[in-house]
């Protein structure tokens, strides 16, 4: 109930393609759905949130939908670059939870030039 | 400034030694977190702290302890460990418990190395 289940595992994008990344959870209380961002070591840096209410949020090439009947949601990178090549956190909290962020397995995406 | 600073950046000690990992942050944030994080996987929550009052452990074992001397830092202090506690320890901050916007700013982490 806890869990919160990311896919795919890695994903290798061409420069300018689209890079999709899914995740999809059971706990219908987690009221907070982030995605993380993190490169070689460094800590993981907050790229875009979404709360329940919303089906949709864009931030720049990023968005994020959000399907709350199917329990599901995904990370779109639009024009993915080079730069964006880093590994990927999807993660869900809950008010009330001393915000403990319950985070997906994570995706490395590689975007090739 | 939204920077979680965490000393040292790399450490390496043995399995006899005592040392402590120092995370620090200005923002005003009166949660605070130790996350322990293995190569290729998500980052795994040890401690919370909220308003310095240890909120959650999260079985972590006792060779590990945590301490928050005030609502800007974060100490964890490490006793006896083993091999297998080699890993990047992520401390995060943010602003209050739970609910939508409550962000959690990660710092670089310590890396960790257990001979």
């Known amino acids: 109930q806890q869990q919160v289940k990311q896919s795919p595992q890695s994903l290798i994008v061409q420069k300018g393609g689209i890079s999709i990344i899914n995740c999809a959870y059971e706990n219908t209380a987690f009221d907070y759905f982030p995605w993380y961002q993190q490169f070689p070591g460094k800590g993981p840096a907050l790229l875009i949130a979404i709360r329940p209410d919303v089906s949709e949020k864009k931030e720049g090439r990023f968005t994020i939908s959000f399907n709350k009947s199917a329990k599901q949601f995904s990370l779109h990178i639009m024009d993915s670059q080079p730069g964006d090549s880093a590994t990927y956190f999807c993660?869900?909290?809950?008010?009330?939870?001393?915000?403990?962020?319950?985070f997906g397995a994570g995706t490395r995406l590689a975007v090739h030039p | 400034d939204t920077e979680v600073t965490q000393t040292p950046k790399h450490l390496v000690m043995g399995m006899t030694n005592k040392k402590s990992l120092k995370c620090e942050q200005h923002?005003?944030?009166?949660?605070m977190y130790w996350y322990k994080q293995k190569a290729k996987k998500p980052p795994e929550l040890m401690f919370v702290?909220?308003?310095?009052?240890?909120?959650i452990n999260e079985s972590v074992p006792s060779r590990f302890s945590p301490e928050c001397p005030n609502s800007s830092l974060l100490n964890l202090h490490l006793h006896a460990l083993q091999p297998e506690d080699s890993a990047l320890y992520l401390c995060?901050?943010?602003?209050?418990?739970?609910?939508?916007?409550?962000?959690?700013?990660f710092g670089a982490g310590t890396r960790l190395s257990v001979l």
């Open positions: 993660a869900a909290s809950m008010t009330g939870g001393y915000n403990k962020l319950i």
């Open positions: 995060a901050s943010s602003q209050d418990r739970g609910g939508f916007g409550n962000i959690q700013y």
């Open positions: 923002m005003g944030h009166r949660a």
């Open positions: 702290y909220s308003y310095e009052k240890l909120s």
